[in-house]
């Protein structure tokens, strides 16, 4: 019995973590000097290669990147990127379109690969944020070309990473209202 009640609790204490990781993970834009380690790099390349993919096809390809010339690039032709100015390290979640499932699902699976990048940061104590790239043709061109992407690989996000240098408290995100059953 006690086994029983071990074995339970165990079960609960990881479930625990997962919901804690996926109800308090913030966007965290501002980073310390510190740098990330590559152990740390490749865990987190490892969470979004075990993300769920249609028909299990793995569609994605990562290029990490520290360079801080290839940031300031990357902030002169994308908005909302200026965070990666103070980010020591970021990952580059592409896909390729001869190895999706079909059209358009290259971008679903991408998407599920940079959540589990984002929930893998956070429960190391990292701080991450998801840049978006798909489906702005015009930031998907210049990725293209500031990483050289051969014609089938696609940019769909980037996520800066650093030690954070700030907290952001958790909002309130559940609505009911949002909630329908059985039909709308």
Known sequence: MLKIVTGLLILINITMEALDAIF???SIRQYTSEQI???QIE???KAGMYAPSAVNKQPWEFIVFRNQDTMRRIVEVHPNASMLL???TAILIC???????DIGYGPVDCAAATQNILLAAHSMGLGAVWV????RQPRMEAIKSIFRLPDHIRGFSIVALGHPAEKRSKPERFDKQKIHLETW
């Open 43 to 45: 865990i987190l390349l």
């Open 24 to 26: 308090n993970r913030r």
């Open 37 to 39: 380690a590559d152990e």
């Open 95 to 101: 896909w390729d379109e001869q190895r999706q499932h």
């Open 132 to 135: 978006g790239i798909y489906p």
């Open 86 to 88: 103070k980010a020591n």
